[in-house]
T-cell receptor
Framework: DAKTTQPPSMDCAEGRAANLPCNHS???????VYWYRQIHSQGPQYIIH???NNETNEMASLIITEDRKSSTLILPHATLRDTAVYYC??????????????FGTGTRLTVIP | DAGVTQSPTHLIKTRGQQVTLRCSPK?????VSWYQQALGQGPQFIFQ???????QRGNFPDRFSGHQFPNYSSELNVNALLLGDSALYLC????????????FGNGTRLTVT
């Protein structure tokens, strides 16, 4: 089922940019890249998603390579509250299967004071 | 604007019993999906409800069933509880036609003893 590969853990100094990589080498042209995060004891929180262009919102930026086989989530100025498990998910554009998100085990990001 | 709300937040049941968990979707959302998250694992898709019907189902036995009401709220029922059913149960809502990001509640922590 795994469609994405992420490092199991990463550390980032508070105030620095956190760059979280994700490989999705088998992604099809009909699939988005989504990022969620889960802070301890809470439900997953939607961060950002993209198809082929880079995207930015108030939380983060998403950089997708031209061949779409990998992406990077960037938290520009990490704070202690960004400590969480980050999930990179490939999601079909069509409605079929669009609600069946495969989370995998994600990357545990620890922001260090 | 309330997000996805789930009740109860915690529940303790005995093996063999039945349990019902409840979910109210985010305002304006019409589809609800349920996920199970075992300790240390990513969430796993159980099923999706739309227009009061089960539309997609993950790899879960028939002991897991659900319902969606006309107001879009949903219930998850689990019969004949096993110790292995102990987990965080998450509800996610979205807008089916828009293929919009799913928004998650903070879950119900079920402990089976």
């Amino acid at each position: 089922d795994a469609k994405t590969t992420q490092p199991p853990s990463m550390d980032c100094a508070e105030g620095r940019a956190a760059n979280l990589p994700c490989n999705h080498s088998t992604i099809s042209g009909n699939e988005y890249v989504y990022w969620y995060r889960q802070i301890h004891s809470q439900g997953p929180q939607y961060i950002i998603h993209g198809l082929k262009n880079n995207e930015t919102n108030e939380m983060a930026s998403l950089i997708i390579t031209e061949d779409r086989k990998s992406s990077t989530l960037i938290l520009p100025h990490a704070t202690l509250r960004d400590t969480a498990v980050y999930y990179c998910i490939v999601r079909p554009r069509s409605q079929t299967g669009a609600n069946n998100l495969f989370f995998g085990t994600g990357t545990r990001l620890t922001v260090i004071p | 604007d309330a997000g996805v709300t789930q009740s109860p937040t915690h529940l303790i049941k005995t093996r063999g019993q039945q349990v019902t968990l409840r979910c109210s979707p985010k305002s304006g959302h019409d589809t609800v999906s349920w996920y199970q998250q075992a300790l240390g694992q990513g969430p796993q898709f159980i099923f999706q409800y739309y227009e009061e019907e089960e539309r997609q189902r993950g790899n879960f036995p028939d002991r897991f069933s659900g319902h969606q009401f006309p107001n879009y709220s949903s219930e998850l029922n689990v019969n004949a509880l096993l110790l292995g059913d102990s987990a965080l149960y998450l509800c996610a809502s979205g807008i089916e036609a828009a293929n919009s990001p799913l928004h998650f509640g903070n879950g119900t922590r079920l402990t089976v003893t």
